[in-house]
């Protein structure tokens, strides 16, 4: 049959748009389909606002947000200036299983969360790739660092990851632009910690927010703003907007469409391949089709998951793609907590100007060469930073009058932030469904995430907690607060899962080239691939599996095998 | 990081809506020893004698100095307008009436030395030593909020302390002077300071 595309790639997030780049740089015609609105590089209309522009300071409209952004508004990055870059929930529901929690965070846009992602880099190690097959949790990798290492090189040299050089096993160098430096306080606890640990290595978060610009893609260096979820329009981070999206459209071969959401995918049990996408027009509900030659799932791990169960046929009853019954189960996000706070006394006298968009990373150290960790046996790690208290500290002082205004004038003690990421279990019971009888605004079923935190992680929490605790008080901090406690399943903003990659086309969804086992041109690409979850960010991992599969399935094109 | 609450929308809805009632009907039983359905349900909105009341102690958190003052930037208005918002979690009516009933009703005549001991005494067993109350007192939240106010006022925010929405740089380590004004824009700061 004719085909209109050869390909479509289905979002247009972080994935989406490295999957429309490499498709498209690649000589393929496609198809970028996003389900929510149009928003071009620099209409961002809150990017320059004051808090005195804005009605409540941004804080925002409480009354709206308890009505319709009941949990988005628990992401800390949404606020009155980041509101529009999130979905409303009230319009797009969800449900979770009896007596679970989870907290789905999520931005129906152009871009997707590309535009309010935490930016954080970080490469995966062999200790990743080799945690499932080590303790016989979850399925083996079907690939290795090896495998991934030049195609994350040629990520973070698009992306523009700054970032420090450390010689780490457990998470690789790679190609960084210059570091944002560690201010005066993360610098002295970096040197504290080493001399009593030197296995602890507290080093500058990786981050897709760049040192120096590139002036021919049209990016400046970053600005020290740190509002990056407002959008920026010096284009300084990583978006599809400021990156992928340009670079595709370049090409001529790019067709975006928006505020489309894909139903299902459709599938030929004849010739055992997918024909193209039909979706619904979000705000008409009228719906449409479009065919190509092969399809590019980046909708986002859980929507992902819900194209293809919603994509069940008389051929594959259970779900496209899903003859290994596998698909929904071991979803993963990191359990992650607030696991140390600590006042760092000695540096009053020193203070810094800017506003660095990163904090800091201390990588895993336990469970690498030797099972070490008390009750699991993957890793943890911890992201914070140093900062000095503002005026907002006078909300938990007492104190009023000329004396405390004066206080409050001036920058107040130094604190310390440790929060832990625990590594997930991938495990079966922790799956997506969905819930047919109920329906969303679009008539499409409604995902229901059943997702609980098990004994390891509660086990990782707890000796993420005290050794915060032990770091920041050998370090010269007095301690304040932490805790053992994960929050709900999603605060990491971390889901992924459910259309796992694995040797074994009866146990996994997907194969080393993120390709469907059982639907040679139907590949998945987003945070739905993964076997395991690690304990570092996975974004920049996605894309560097993205490339590698759209470099994979245009060879595969031209080969005649899809 | 994030408060631990419901995730499925409807029932978050609910149960913040619960737990706000079942905050304030306590909080309002315990501070005013009088049945706390007799002041939720109060639907006439701001008093003018509460507004006024309020103007008063916006001025005596923060006074005008060398720099305006809580009461010269319309910091009263806005707390009116983020308790009519839920912004913190409650209901503005409740708040307001509970100034005004431990402020006492005679707090507009008092010689200002009277009313900085008043509001000094609600100030120091709403801010304890040691760890935050189990059930705090609504003057935390009517403070924070005057503060909120104030530092994200134009006058707060860039002539009491520094504003600048573009630093263009980063010095991780400058030396720090006393009477070095703080910087507002300090994101980081505001979220976790």
Known sequence: MAHEFDAIVVGSGITGGWAAKELTEAGLKVLMIERGRDIQHGDYPRETKAPWDLPFRGEGDQTLYTSDYAVQRLNRHFTEFTQDHFVNDRENPYVTADDTRFTWFRSYQLGGRSLTWGRQCYRWSDYDFGANARDGRGTDWPIRYADLAPWYDKVESFVGVSGAHEGLAQLPDGKFQPAMALNVVELAMRERIRAKWPERVLTIGRTANMTEAKPDEGRANCQYRSICARGCSYGAYFSTQSSTLPAATKTGRLTVMTDKVVEAIDYDPATRRVTGVRFIDTKTKARGMATARLVFLNAGAFNSVHVLLNSANAAMP??????????????????????????????????????????????????????????????????????????????????????FKHDLREAGAWRMVLVGFVECMPRATNRLTLDRTRTDANGLPLLKVDFAFGAEEHAGMVEAHETAKEMLEAAGGRFLFGSTEPGAGGTAIHEMGGARMGHDPATSVLNKWSQAHDVANLFVTDGAQMSSSACQNPSLTYMALTARAAHAAVGMLREGLI | MIAKAPSDPTELRDHLARRDVLRGAALLTLVLGVPAHALVANPTGVSGHQMALLR??????????????????????????????????????????????????????????????????????????????????????????????????????????????????????????????????????????
């Open chain 2, 56 to 193: 008063q102690v916006c001025k005596l958190v923060i006074p005008r100095t060398d720099t305006p003052g809580a009461g010269d930037v319309g910091v009263s208005e806005f707390v009116v307008l983020a308790l009519d918002h839920g912004l913190l979690g409650d209901g503005q009516a409740d708040h307001l009436v509970w100034l005004e009933h431990v402020l006492g009703a005679n707090f507009a005549t008092i010689g200002a030395a009277q009313q900085v001991d008043r509001l000094g005494a609600i100030d120091r067993a709403a801010f304890p030593a040691g760890p935050p109350p189990a059930t705090p007192s609504p003057w935390r939240r009517i403070k924070g909020l005057i503060l909120t106010g104030y530092y994200t006022s134009e006058a707060g925010a860039s002539r009491e302390l520094q504003y600048e929405l573009v630093p263009g740089r980063f010095d991780p380590d400058l030396p720090l002077h006393p009477g070095d004004r703080a910087w507002s824009s300090d994101w980081t700061a505001v979220d976790f300071g």
């Open chain 1, 318 to 403: 259970h779900g496209l793609g899903n003859s290994s019954g596998v698909l929904g189960t071991h979803i993963m996000d990191h359990a992650n907590t607030l696991s140390g706070l600590a006042e760092v006394p000695g540096f009053e006298a020193h203070t810094t100007f800017g506003n660095r968009p990163t904090g800091i990373v201390i990588p895993r150290f336990r469970n690498m060469d030797r099972l070490d960790g008390r009750g699991h046996t993957r890793g943890f790690s911890y992201q914070g930073g140093a900062l000095q208290s503002g005026w907002t500290r006078g909300k938990r002082e007492a104190g009023f009058g000329t004396d």
